[in-house]
């Protein structure tokens, strides 16, 4: 009785194993992902046989190489990422947009003793920046608004590891990046902001999946369940600054004085589905991209570059869910 008992248990096991899912999700330092891992909310669907992964990237074109190869079903990104990931022919969807309430989120510095006083300095210097990230549609911004291109400029293609010690070597004269790196880089090297968004714009968050994440029925669920679940991070965070900081710290190594700066620049934090009119700065992105000769081709964003899933936390409740 009892070994038939041992295999019964063993073979409803097996059986429940057989349909288990594992989701995985690509975040970056910071951000309402980052939040959600340090809660571990995710973890109670492991009962239901949704087992959520989590990878940390450095930056956004990576994560969505990843993403477009099957190694990642989803991940939250900068403008430009989604724009160079579609220009390259990625099979990705948008599925949801946090909007950005701050103008101070990414910077165009310059070392403590840099002679650059205004961004028409930079008229024939070397600048680090991820290409492909939000950052990099940022410095277009920022030598547009002085009639500088490209052209203007030497973009020397760093990722934030390797262009740290590039600028504080100065190989580079100017660095355009975003938070975390961003504070980091100012608090421990008394680097100077030349430029923010002040007066130009400010680039969203979009969270996207491959396409064939919203073809599977049971990857579907497990997205919408992770929207769900990241809306409700970000009501929590929006009321718990200091817990976020403190998590923050903890997980991701992080002095506590970078990120009493950067998380106020967050809130309120929030994300919501996708919408038709959320194409058009990405057109207009796209465009200007293609015509400075950096996309590889013309990019049109239209009702097939995304999915309007219904509004997360309602959605919640029809997904059988404990």
Avoid: C
Wanted: hydrophobic fraction near 45%.
């Amino acid at each position: 009785m009892k070994r038939r008992l041992i295999l019964s248990t063993l073979a409803l096991a097996l059986a429940g194993g057989a349909h288990a899912l594992t989701f995985t999700i690509g975040y970056q330092k910071g951000g309402i992902p980052n939040i959600l891992k340090a809660r571990g909310t995710l973890d109670k669907y492991a009962a239901q046989g949704i087992h959520f992964k989590w990878v940390l990237f450095t930056a956004g074109p990576p994560l969505l190489e990843a993403a477009n190869a099957g190694a990642v079903d989803f991940g939250s990104v900068g403008n430009a990422p989604g724009v160079f990931a579609l220009a390259g022919g990625a099979d990705l969807k948008y599925v949801g947009v946090t909007v950005n309430h701050s103008d101070a989120t990414e910077a165009v510095i310059v070392p403590r003793g840099s002679s650059l006083q205004r961004v028409s300095d930079l008229k024939g210097k070397r600048i680090g920046v991820a290409r492909g990230s939000s950052a990099h549609a940022f410095l277009y911004s920022v030598l547009n608004s002085v009639g500088l291109t490209f052209s203007d400029v030497t973009v020397v293609p760093l990722l934030p590891p390797d262009a740290r010690p590039a600028f504080e070597s100065g190989s580079i004269d100017a660095w355009a990046v975003w938070d975390p790196f961003l504070t980091t880089a100012v608090q421990a090297t008394g680097a100077r902001v030349l430029r923010d968004h002040a007066g130009l714009g400010r680039g969203d968050t979009y969270h996207l999946v491959p396409s064939a994440v919203l073809q599977n029925p049971d990857r579907k669920r497990a997205l919408q369940i992770l929207l769900a679940e990241l809306e409700n991070a970000a009501t929590w965070a929006n009321a718990n600054q200091s817990t976020v900081i403190s998590q923050f710290s903890d997980e991701l190594g992080i002095p506590r004085s970078v990120l009493e700066v950067t998380v106020p620049k967050s809130v309120p934090f929030n994300i919501r589905p996708f919408r038709a009119a959320d194409v058009k700065p990405l057109q207009t992105l796209a465009s200007a991209f293609r015509a400075a000769g950096v996309l590889p081709r013309d990019v049109t964003f239209n009702a097939q570059s995304y999915v309007t899933l219904p509004a997360f936390q309602p959605a919640l409740a029809t997904l059988r869910v404990k």
